[in-house]
C-alpha cells in the first residue's frame, strides 16, 4: 500500500525522516490531498440508493436511526463468526452435523444473527477440497462473513476460479495433490456458501478461541487452509 | 442444460449452458428471477437444483484430474433429461 492514501499523512513532513527527492512532489510544494469519498463521479446508483433512502425517510417507513443501527450491523460482521462456527464444529460432531444442515440456524445456536438468505457449509475432506465463488456478480455470505475481499469481486477471479481452480488456488500459495479433488460453488441462485475446513493435525486438545483463531477469511473462502503457526 | 442464449437477466452463466451434469440436491423453490427482473412476481416459484459438472464436460482443454468439477444452483426451466435417460 503506498504512503500516499494514509489518512494522516497531510500534516507536514517534519519528524517523517523521508528525503523529498523520492516524494513524488518538488521540495516546497504543498503535498497533494487524499480524495475525499465525494471527490469521485457521483453515479446514477449512488443517485438511486440516495434517493431511495430520503424516500423511506420522509414518508416515516424507517428512521435515521434504523438505518444507521442496520449498517453498523452489517459492518460488524467478520470472518470470526464463521471461524467460531467452524471451531464449535470441529470439537462437537453433533454441532457440525446441524451446521452442514442449515448454517443459519446453527448460527443462531452461538447467538449470531446470520440475516436471511440461506448459508450452505461444505465441507473439506481428505481428498476433496471446496472453494466458493460467485461467477455472476459477486454473491457472498456478508451477513455472516462481512463484506467480501476486493479480489473476491474482480473479474480475473470470478472468471478464472471456475476455469482454472488449480492455478489460482497456487497463486494464493496453496497447492494442491492431484489426489484431491477440487470442487468450485458457483453462488448463481439464492444460496450462500462457506467453506467447512478441515481440523489440522496438532490441534488435539485445543479449545474452541484458540482453534477458532486459525480460521481466517480467506480458509472460510476455501482459498486457504487452515494452518498451525510454527512453535 | 438447454443452450438458450434468452434476452434479459437470468442467472444461468454462459459456460454451463448446453453442458451435461449431475443433479446434486433440491436447493429451494424459489420466485422466477427471470420474471422478477422487469417488477413481475415471478410466481408460480420454480424449483432450484445444485447441478455437478465435471471440469472435463465444461472445458474440453481442461488440465487437472477428472474428479475436479464445479457445482452451480440451477432454475429448473433451465434443465433439460439426457437424450440416453443418464
Known amino acids: 500500500m503506498s504512503h500516499d492514501h494514509e489518512p494522516d499523512h497531510d500534516h507536514g513532513h517534519l519528524g517523517h525522516g523521508h528525503d523529498h527527492e523520492s516524494h513524488g512532489h518538488p521540495p516546497g510544494q504543498r503535498h497533494p490531498f487524499q480524495p475525499d469519498l465525494e471527490d469521485g463521479p457521483y453515479s446514477w446508483h449512488m443517485a438511486l440508493t440516495d434517493a431511495v433512502a430520503d ?41 457440525k452435523a446441524r451446521l452442514l444442515a442449515d448454517v443459519n440456524a446453527a448460527a ?7 440475516g436471511p438468505i440461506p448459508i450452505r457449509a461444505v465441507e473439506c475432506k481428505p481428498g476433496e477440497h471446496h472453494v466458493i465463488v460467485c461467477t455472476l456478480c459477486s454473491c457472498y455470505p456478508r451477513l ?88 | 442444460m438447454k443452450a438458450l442464449f434468452p434476452p434479459g437477466h437470468c442467472r444461468t452463466p454462459f459456460y454451463i449452458r448446453g453442458k451435461r451434469g449431475r443433479i446434486l440436491d433440491l436447493v429451494d423453490v424459489e420466485p422466477d428471477p427471470e420474471e422478477r427482473a422487469y417488477g413481475r412476481s ?15 464436460e465444461l472445458w474440453p482443454d481442461y488440465r487437472g484430474p477428472d474428479r475436479d468439477r464445479v457445482v452451480v444452483g440451477i432454475f429448473e426451466p433451465w434443465l433439460e433429461p439426457l437424450e440416453d435417460g443418464g
Open chain 1, 55 to 95: 424516500l423511506l425517510l420522509a414518508k416515516g417507513l424507517i428512521t435515521a436511526d434504523e438505518l444507521r443501527r442496520t449498517l453498523e450491523d452489517i459492518d460488524s460482521k467478520s470472518p470470526a463468526l464463521g471461524a467460531r462456527l467452524v471451531a464449535r464444529a470441529w470439537v462437537d460432531p453433533a454441532f
Open chain 2, 42 to 56: 415471478g410466481l408460480p416459484a420454480v424449483p432450484v437444483w445444485r447441478v455437478v459438472f465435471d471440469q472435463h
Open chain 1, 144 to 231: 455472516l462473513l462481512g463484506p467480501a475481499p476486493d479480489w473476491y469481486k474482480a473479474r480475473a477471479y470470478r472468471s478464472r476460479v471456475v476455469r482454472e481452480p488449480r492455478a489460482v488456488l497456487a497463486e494464493f500459495g496453496l497447492e494442491l495433490d492431484p489426489e484431491v479433488a477440487v470442487i468450485v460453488h458457483d453462488s448463481t441462485a439464492e444460496l450462500r456458501f462457506m467453506v467447512l475446513p478441515e481440523r489440522p493435525a496438532g490441534t488435539e486438545g485445543w479449545d474452541e478461541e484458540r482453534l477458532a483463531a486459525l480460521v481466517t477469511r480467506d480458509c472460510l473462502i476455501g482459498v486457504a487452509r487452515p494452518t498451525v503457526p510454527p512453535a
Open chain 1, 108 to 114: 443462531a445456536e452461538l447467538g449470531i444473527d446470520a
